[in-house]
């Protein structure tokens, strides 16, 4: 380890209170932000795509095993940093990154963030999985969807109007949301547009 890792990855382990991995841990507001502040301690400038280039996930590095500690401790900021690291490598394809997976580690921390209550994240999760344009949206798809939208998420708003329109969704799967809109939508907005186009007739695709 590089010296001018020390510093920065002492700071984090103390944040954290240990360096140990906490998966499954108190996930309470304090213990969150106490992780985020690790997060915040993590020399993450020093991280780039080369180490992508020999084979070797980020997690790996000094740098990344910090970003990592504190995501696990509970730092939704450190999940989606990782998240978007993976989903920058995943846009350039290198023959050495077929080995690290790098759209697996994209999504599994764009989920942990979903999970941790993050609209980007649940966005992240349902639109990288939507990879199907002609086909039935997959209802876990469809909940992260939902999810991101009833927290202002206008991008799933819009991306679950496009999927109904495409005949994707069943009227009887958006009963809750179309519920939810017509109590929260304002007039003008992202979200009072889709549920105008939540009440047209759209024949689904047949599964």
Not at 149 to 161: C, E, K, M, P
Request: proline share 5%; net charge neutral; aromatic share 8%.
């Amino acid at each position: 380890m590089t010296g001018r890792f020390l510093l920065p990855l002492a700071m984090a382990c103390i944040a954290l209170t240990s360096c140990a991995p906490e998966y499954g841990g108190d996930t309470s507001a304090g213990s969150k932000a106490q992780a985020d502040r690790a997060f915040a301690a993590c020399p993450t400038a020093g991280l780039s795509e080369a180490m992508l280039a020999q084979g070797r996930p980020i997690e790996e590095t000094p740098a990344g095993t910090c970003v990592v500690k504190a995501a696990d401790a509970g730092s939704t900021q450190a999940a989606l940093f990782l998240g978007d690291f993976y989903r920058a490598a995943t846009t350039h394809p290198n023959r050495a990154w077929d080995r690290i997976d790098t759209f697996g580690r994209e999504t599994h921390w764009y989920r942990e963030a979903a999970r941790r209550g993050s609209e980007r994240g649940q966005f992240l999760v349902a639109s990288e999985g939507d990879r199907h344009p002609y086909m039935p949206l997959h209802d876990n798809l469809l909940d992260w969807y939902i999810q991101a939208a009833r927290q202002g998420n206008d991008q799933a708003a819009l991306a679950i109007a496009r999927a109904y329109k495409l005949g994707r969704i069943k009227p009887a799967e958006l009963h809750d949301f179309r519920t939810w809109l017509a109590q929260n939508a304002r007039p003008g907005t992202v979200q009072a547009n889709v549920a105008a186009t939540l009440e047209e007739d759209h024949a689904p695709i047949i599964n």
